[in-house]
T-cell receptor
Framework: GAGVSQTPSNKVTEKGKYVELRCDPI?????LYWYRQSLGQGPEFLIY????????DSGLPNDRFFAVRPEGSVSTLKIQRTERGDSAVYLC???????????FGPGTRLTVL | GENVEQHPSTLSVQEGDSAVIKCTYS??????FPWYKQELGKRPQLIID?????GEKKDQRIAVTLNKTAKHFSLHITETQPEDSAVYFC???????????FGKGTRLHILP
């Protein structure tokens, strides 16, 4: 079946602009995660949804970052007033409730000029 | 906060030899330890995992060991092949459905 998908695959924006990154999880997966991976580093946790609600948003770096999952399926990560330090690959993952294995999407490479 | 340390950061081994990557974790409540392989420009993919009630697990050429008392866990790859070249991440998590804390990765080079 279809895996986790993310759009766009690449996003180039200018400092100060607003961006939205989309994640389509595997059908039926109730848990959805966002991670950020900087060059040469491991993925860093941002936020986790169980259904429609954010179960843990402790990884969001500041209030410029926000994520939603209004119908418990697709999620959107929103970044306001982008900064050059936001440049990274943003990874989404999903899993079924009660199972640890998280399946990752291909990521969105965000470049802030 | 939770932390996972991984070493070495880079590892080169001759094809056919073994490779070992070691990790330590700080959160004693961690009970699930996945290992991910990431090829250049690709997504991380789970290659093996171990739970805290198990000390060792093997899957063909790959094995993981866990010492819960010392908070150490390791990945062993035997009879390495060129396609094993990639970045490997160890990770730890507390509960089912919880966030994963990743190490910084080990870039493995398999030399011909």
């Amino acid at each position: 079946g279809a895996g986790v998908s993310q759009t766009p695959s690449n996003k180039v924006t200018e400092k100060g602009k607003y961006v939205e990154l989309r994640c389509d999880p595997i059908s039926g997966h109730t848990a959805l995660y966002w991670y950020r991976q900087s060059l040469g580093q491991g993925p860093e946790f941002l936020i986790y949804f169980q259904g429609t609600g954010a179960a843990d948003d402790s990884g969001l770096p500041n209030d410029r970052f926000f994520a939603v999952r209004p119908e418990g399926s697709v999620s959107t990560l929103k970044i306001q007033r982008t900064e050059r330090g936001d440049s990274a690959v943003y990874l989404c993952a999903s899993s079924t409730t009660g199972h640890n294995e998280q399946f990752f999407g291909p990521g969105t490479r965000l470049t802030v000029l | 906060g939770e932390n996972v340390e991984q070493h070495p950061s880079t590892l080169s081994v001759q094809e056919g030899d073994s490779a070992v990557i070691k990790c330590t974790y700080s959160d004693s409540a961690s009970n699930y330890f996945p290992w991910y392989k990431q090829e250049l420009g690709k997504r991380p993919q789970l290659i093996i995992d171990i739970r805290s009630n198990v000390g060792e697990k093997k899957d063909q050429r790959i094995a993981v060991t866990l010492n819960k008392t010392a908070k150490h866990f390791s990945l062993h790859i035997t009879e390495t092949q060129p396609e094993d070249s990639a970045v490997y991440f160890c990770a730890a998590t507390r509960n089912r459905d919880d966030k994963i804390i990743f190490g910084k990765g080990t870039r493995l080079h398999i030399l011909p």
